[in-house]
């Protein structure tokens, strides 16, 4: 049964609504705060009335896993069905289901929110428009199908459920959603509902678990494992010296959502906040780097600088919810049951708010050596990766250091070709770079669209590339604030650091580009008719189909390199132009 009601988008209205369905459906009422915060969230373009549709008898699969499995086996009766709340902006009637409803369906159709019958973890499946609601930035979100009232809805939304502390946690919960996430995205995953998560961890664990006393990392793992996707851990005390928040920026950047561990909590990163290209609330001297090169004091400036904010599903928070690295890590330590090391550190200046204060809203600054201390004990990502990806971010971000960001002498062509001496050189012209993995398919087709003359675009739309590439995009301050780079560098992903080429793709600057594997056949096919030459002193009627273009000498591997460096610095290619469009919009959506 469906009941409609509109109420005007206003505070007053929504507590009132609040109560009165508290009232009427008081067992799938168990969480209201967390209902009028996620109705708050709603952003209304074309009117100021939002239409509740309330579905009663829902059948939510999620929720009738857990309940045959668990729920049902109690002395307590439970419910089996759900509530599910449907959001339209404007004022919507029954009839206007019986007509075409793509106009609905474009912009009026908010989301839904199903509601358990539990006490705890009553917020059940859960999908939201980001873009109808109140957060900017930058997001990944799968397309789903619902059906509300006789009529097949699809919206554009990450999913998102409370954990009921019984059959799932956080752990669990986060596991359930990134998966679900994935398999509707993409066939080749596999959804686990609740019980087969609970059954993949009962195998690799030596304890019960029902009731769910949370899950390790490394259960996490085998159980993205035997979703088939591929999960890579990174614990801040091994990434340390990387930096881990350029490390979490790569993978965000990616468009890969994946699952940020804190302490004694889990939440999913699915995009982040603004970025401030035009960097117009930052100080370049505060956020800028330098190292020594060689002698040379060379000033750096990664992207991941220029955001503030993560968007994250957390079940503890509203969907969507906005918030630093840092911030997630000082809440939920100080609600942990860790115990600091070194109290001593804390002054009246610095110190845990009193219990039952809110660390967002405190407004609490800790120093960065705190901090520091709290991710060491605590923070790990679990990055999903598709199973043809051997060269994660780590050790991608070491390949591009050793050849191009930390060689002076790359540094200095690039310098020579911009006739820019002082790029890098301070920290008000610092070199801009920004690092992310992209598919080629969608890095090709975002290329040829922006691409500005022949040559370029017949480039990129016919040479071979692997599945996926690692990019490395290098410009300034003044090309970034118009969302263009320089330099362009392209990383086999399907590679290895171990390779001859170091998984090096190619490399593109203003009047230079090396494709590496035109470089790889040329000292091939060099070789070999050099064997040749030698052998029989003569090659004018040489066949030259059966030279096996596989095989390289132990000369070629150890001048794979200085071949490509010398095609790139010595050979001009007119065609590259000084500046090009940054990849985006692509791996995640503007909202």
Same mark, same amino acid.
């Given at each position: 049964?469906?009941?409609?009601?509109?109420?005007?988008?206003?505070?007053?209205?929504?507590?009132?609504?609040?109560?009165?369905?508290?009232?009427?459906?008081?067992?799938?009422?168990?969480?209201?705060?967390? !209902?009028?915060?996620?109705?708050? +969230? #709603?952003?209304?373009?074309?009117?100021?009335?939002?239409?509740? !549709?309330?579905?009663?008898?829902?059948?939510?699969? *999620?929720?009738?896993?857990?309940?045959?499995?668990?729920?049902?086996?109690?002395?307590?009766? &439970?419910?089996?069905?759900?509530?599910?709340?449907?959001?339209?902006?404007?004022?919507?009637?029954?009839?206007?289901?019986?007509?075409?409803?793509?106009?609905? *369906?474009?912009?009026?159709?908010?989301?839904?929110?199903?509601?358990?019958?539990?006490?705890?973890?009553?917020?059940?499946?859960?999908?939201?428009?980001?873009?109808?609601?109140?957060?900017?930035?930058?997001?990944?979100?799968?397309?789903?199908?619902?059906?509300?009232?006789?009529?097949?809805?699809?919206?554009?939304? &990450?999913?998102?459920?409370?954990?009921?502390?019984?059959?799932?946690?956080?752990?669990?919960?986060?596991?359930?959603?990134?998966?679900?996430?994935?398999?509707?995205?993409?066939?080749?995953?596999?959804?686990?509902?609740?019980?087969?998560?609970?059954?993949?961890?009962?195998?690799?664990?030596?304890?019960?678990?029902?009731?769910?006393?949370?899950?390790?990392?490394?259960?996490?793992?085998?159980?993205?494992?035997?979703?088939?996707?591929? /999960?890579?851990?990174?614990?801040?005390?091994?990434?340390?010296?990387?930096? #881990?928040?350029?490390?979490?920026?790569?993978?965000?950047?990616?468009?890969?959502?994946?699952?940020?561990?804190?302490?004694?909590?889990?939440?999913?990163?699915?995009?982040?906040?603004?970025?401030?290209?035009?960097?117009?609330?930052?100080?370049?001297?505060?956020?800028?780097?330098?190292?020594?090169?060689?002698?040379?004091?060379?000033?750096?400036?990664?992207?991941?600088?220029?955001?503030?904010?993560?968007? #994250?599903?957390?079940?503890?928070?509203?969907?969507?919810?906005?918030?630093?690295?840092?911030?997630?890590?000082?809440?939920?330590?100080?609600?942990?049951?860790?115990?600091?090391?070194?109290?001593?550190?804390?002054?009246?200046?610095?110190?845990?708010?009193?219990?039952?204060?809110?660390?967002?809203?405190?407004?609490?600054?800790?120093?960065?050596?705190?901090?520091?201390?709290?991710?060491?004990?605590?923070?790990?990502?679990?990055? /999903?990766?598709?199973?043809?990806?051997?060269?994660?971010?780590?050790?991608?971000?070491?390949?591009?250091?050793?050849?191009?960001?930390?060689?002076?002498?790359?540094?200095?062509?690039?310098?020579?070709?911009?006739?820019?001496?002082?790029?890098?050189?301070?920290?008000?012209?610092?070199?801009?770079?920004?690092?992310?993995?992209?598919?080629?398919?969608?890095?090709?087709?975002?290329?040829?669209?922006?691409?500005?003359?022949?040559?370029?675009?017949?480039?990129?739309?016919?040479?071979?590339? /692997?599945? &996926?590439?690692?990019?490395?995009?290098?410009?300034?301050?003044?090309? #970034?604030?118009?969302?263009?780079?320089?330099?362009?560098?392209? +990383?086999?992903?399907?590679?290895?650091?171990?390779?001859?080429?170091?998984?090096?793709?190619?490399?593109?600057?203003?009047?230079?580009?090396?494709?590496?594997?035109?470089?790889?056949?040329?000292?091939?096919?060099?070789?070999?008719?050099?064997?040749?030459?030698?052998?029989?002193?003569?090659?004018?009627?040489?066949?030259?189909?059966?030279?096996?273009?596989?095989?390289?000498?132990?000369?070629?591997?150890?001048?794979?390199?200085?071949?490509?460096?010398?095609?790139?610095?010595?050979?001009?290619?007119?065609?590259?132009?000084?500046?090009?469009?940054?990849?985006?919009?692509?791996? +995640?959506?503007?909202?």
């Amino acid at each position: 049964m469906n009941i409609f009601t509109t109420f005007e988008f206003t505070e007053d209205n929504i507590n009132e609504l609040v109560i009165k369905l508290i009232n009427i459906y008081p067992i799938y009422f168990q969480e209201p705060d967390r !209902i009028r915060e996620i109705i708050k +969230l #709603f952003k209304l373009e074309h009117s100021n009335n939002i239409t509740l !549709i309330i579905e009663s008898n829902h059948v939510d699969r *999620q929720y009738r896993d857990s309940y045959y499995s668990y729920f049902s086996q109690k002395y307590s009766s &439970f419910e089996r069905n759900c509530l599910r709340l449907a959001f339209f902006e404007g004022n919507i009637k029954y009839s206007d289901f019986m007509s075409d409803i793509s106009e609905i *369906q474009q912009h009026a159709f908010l989301g839904t929110i199903v509601l358990r019958p539990l006490n705890v973890g009553n917020i059940g499946h859960t999908l939201l428009n980001p873009n109808k609601l109140k957060i900017v930035g930058y997001v990944q979100t799968s397309t789903f199908k619902v059906m509300i009232c006789g009529r097949k809805f699809k919206l554009k939304a &990450f999913p998102y459920s409370s954990q009921d502390n019984e059959t799932m946690t956080c752990a669990e919960t986060a596991l359930f959603n990134l998966i679900q996430y994935y398999s509707q995205k993409y066939s080749e995953y596999r959804l686990l509902m609740p019980n087969e998560i609970l059954k993949i961890i009962e195998q690799v664990s030596y304890g019960r678990v029902l009731p769910s006393n949370g899950v390790d990392d490394a259960c996490m793992t085998k159980v993205l494992q035997t979703a088939h996707l591929h /999960p890579i851990l990174y614990r801040f005390e091994n990434e340390e010296d990387l930096d #881990f928040d350029e490390l979490f920026y790569a993978y965000v950047e990616s468009g890969i959502p994946f699952i940020f561990g804190l302490p004694q909590h889990a939440v999913i990163c699915i995009g982040h906040g603004a970025v401030d290209f035009k960097i117009t609330h930052h100080n370049l001297e505060n956020i800028s780097v330098w190292e020594d090169i060689e002698g040379h004091n060379i000033y750096y400036l990664n992207t991941a600088r220029l955001v503030d904010d993560y968007i #994250f599903m957390d079940d503890n928070r509203a969907p969507y919810f906005v918030s630093t690295i840092d911030k997630l890590t000082e809440y939920y330590y100080e609600n942990s049951n860790y115990v600091f090391e070194s109290d001593d550190v804390f002054d009246d200046e610095n110190k845990f708010p009193d219990d039952g204060d809110d660390i967002f809203e405190a407004n609490v600054e800790y120093p960065q050596d705190i901090i520091k201390k709290m991710k060491r004990q605590c923070d790990c990502l679990i990055v /999903p990766l598709y199973k043809r990806i051997f060269l994660d971010a780590s050790r991608a971000k070491s390949i591009f250091d050793l050849h191009f960001l930390k060689n002076i002498d790359f540094i200095h062509k690039i310098q020579e070709a911009y006739d820019d001496k002082t790029w890098g050189c301070n920290f008000e012209n610092p070199l801009v770079w920004r690092m992310y993995l992209a598919s080629s398919n969608s890095f090709k087709d975002f290329k040829c669209r922006y691409v500005n003359n022949d040559d370029m675009y017949e480039y990129y739309s016919s040479e071979a590339y /692997p599945r &996926f590439v690692w990019v490395l995009e290098i410009g300034t301050v003044s090309t #970034f604030s118009v969302r263009k780079a320089r330099v362009e560098i392209l +990383l086999d992903a399907t590679s290895s650091r171990n390779s001859d080429t170091w998984a090096i793709l190619s490399v593109v600057y203003k009047g230079h580009a090396v494709f590496v594997p035109h470089v790889i056949n040329k000292m091939r096919k060099l070789q070999d008719v050099r064997k040749k030459i030698s052998e029989k002193n003569s090659v004018s009627d040489e066949d030259y189909s059966s030279i096996n273009l596989e095989e390289i000498g132990e000369d070629v591997r150890e001048n794979i390199l200085t071949e490509i460096f010398k095609s790139l610095y010595y050979n001009s290619n007119k065609f590259v132009d000084d500046i090009y469009e940054i990849y985006s919009n692509s791996n +995640l959506k503007e909202i």
